[in-house]
């Protein structure tokens, strides 16, 4: 009789797939903490991001135009209410609109040779693609099914755009909204790099 022949159907079972074998690699998730992938993010709430616009409308009122954006951009809202997000993009527009356009390049420069400028000009790409978003949706572009219809986008005196809800918005006016965020897109890009956009599009912290 062959060695084939001497084993029985209880010794050639299935039991063997029963094993767990995650649990025997040391590089599985099972052996450590996945949650340490992503580090708990703080809170912020609409009371931190009215302290913030407070200050920052303190800033602008300085002069520190740099200073307010780069207030705005050291604290995103990452981990917050949909009404915080909201409030904190149209602290985000306020600056923005106040910075004349020959300043926009100097400035940016400045900020990305700064130590951690790079990701403060990663959070702005973040929040100018969140604009683009809500101007887009207000100028009647089709949205999926059971999403929340953003803000109005109004454009300001100095040709930038701000986030509320007034009724009556036209789509010459979000077109206008559009053309100023692509033009502060466009600087970010020229000194940040595309490399920004990737960095934005990975990133698991959502504004």
């Not at 920052?56 to 009404?83: H, K, M």
């Not at 918005?169 to 595309?194: F, Q």
């Not at 956009?197 to 990133?203: A, E, K, L, V």
Request: a negative charge.
């Amino acid at each position: 009789m062959s060695i084939i022949q001497q084993h029985t159907s209880a010794s050639l079972s299935d039991a063997w797939r029963t094993i767990n074998i995650d649990a025997l690699d040391p590089d599985s998730s099972q052996n450590f903490d996945t949650t340490t992938l992503h580090p708990p993010l703080p809170e912020i709430n609409e009371a931190d991001v009215r302290q913030l616009n407070a200050q920052v409308r303190q800033l602008l009122r300085g002069g520190d135009a740099e200073g307010a954006l780069r207030g705005c951009l050291e604290t995103p809202v990452y981990n917050g209410s949909e009404s915080a997000k909201e409030a904190h993009l149209q602290t985000v527009t306020e600056v923005l609109q106040s910075i004349k356009a020959s300043d926009m390049s100097p400035m940016l420069e400045r900020i990305h040779q700064s130590p951690g400028g790079s990701e403060l000009l990663d959070v702005l790409i973040k929040y100018l693609y969140k604009g683009m978003a809500a101007s887009a949706g207000a100028s009647g572009a089709p949205r999926a099914a059971g999403s929340r219809t953003p803000s109005t986008l109004t454009p300001q005196q100095t040709g930038f755009s701000q986030v509320g809800s007034r009724p009556g918005s036209t789509n010459e006016s979000t077109g206008a909204a559009m053309s100023v965020i692509l033009s502060w897109h466009e600087k970010v890009i020229d000194i940040a790099g595309l490399g920004s956009i990737g960095r934005c599009m990975t990133d698991w912290r959502k504004v």
